[in-house]
């Protein structure tokens, strides 16, 4: 958007299995580049996945596209947080073996690699909605 509310350029998603695919949060690193996190459909079954996309500072799709099959049900991301280093982390519900819905956070470097990932059980079915 520019200063006065216009749009400077619009891009869509269509993930692999060409169904849902939800947007759920967005942000900017210090490079300019930008994120956008939230959920598609599943290569693997009919439930849904984390979805992590990045577009440089040229308005293009990089290529860096990660989805996360966490658990064999629907893992729902939620939002995202990027950090000093323009590490990304994104956060949601995954289902738990046990309490029902955990949340799940996962870290990727600027590259789309990688770094961890953390599931936390919760009692009741709640999805974390904010990173800092």
């Given at each position: 958007?520019?200063?006065?509310?216009?749009?400077?350029?619009?891009?869509?998603?269509?993930?692999?299995?060409?169904?849902?695919?939800?947007?759920?949060?967005?942000?900017?690193?210090?490079?300019?580049?930008?994120?956008?996190?939230?959920?598609?459909?599943?290569?693997?079954?009919?439930?849904?996945?984390?979805?992590?996309?990045?577009?440089?500072?040229?308005?293009?799709?990089?290529?860096?596209?990660?989805?996360?099959?966490?658990?064999?049900?629907?893992?729902?991301?939620?939002?995202?947080?990027?950090?000093?280093?323009?590490?990304?982390?994104?956060?949601?519900?995954?289902?738990?073996t046990i309490t029902g819905n955990?949340?799940?956070?996962?870290?990727?470097?600027?590259?789309?690699?990688?770094?961890?990932?953390?599931d936390t059980a919760?009692?009741?079915?709640?999805?974390?909605?904010?990173?800092?």
């Amino acid at each position: 958007m520019t200063l006065f509310g216009n749009g400077q350029w619009i891009r869509t998603f269509n993930g692999a299995e060409n169904g849902t695919d939800y947007a759920k949060d967005i942000g900017v690193d210090k490079y300019g580049d930008i994120y956008v996190t939230g959920s598609g459909d599943s290569t693997t079954d009919s439930d849904m996945d984390y979805i992590l996309l990045k577009y440089d500072v040229m308005d293009l799709f990089n290529g860096c596209q990660n989805t996360m099959e966490l658990q064999t049900e629907s893992d729902e991301a939620g939002a995202l947080a990027i950090d000093d280093s323009a590490n990304v982390s994104i956060t949601g519900v995954s289902p738990g073996t046990i309490t029902g819905n955990d949340y799940a956070t996962v870290k990727f470097d600027r590259n789309g690699n990688e770094l961890w990932s953390k599931d936390t059980a919760v009692l009741l079915t709640e999805m974390m909605r904010h990173l800092r």
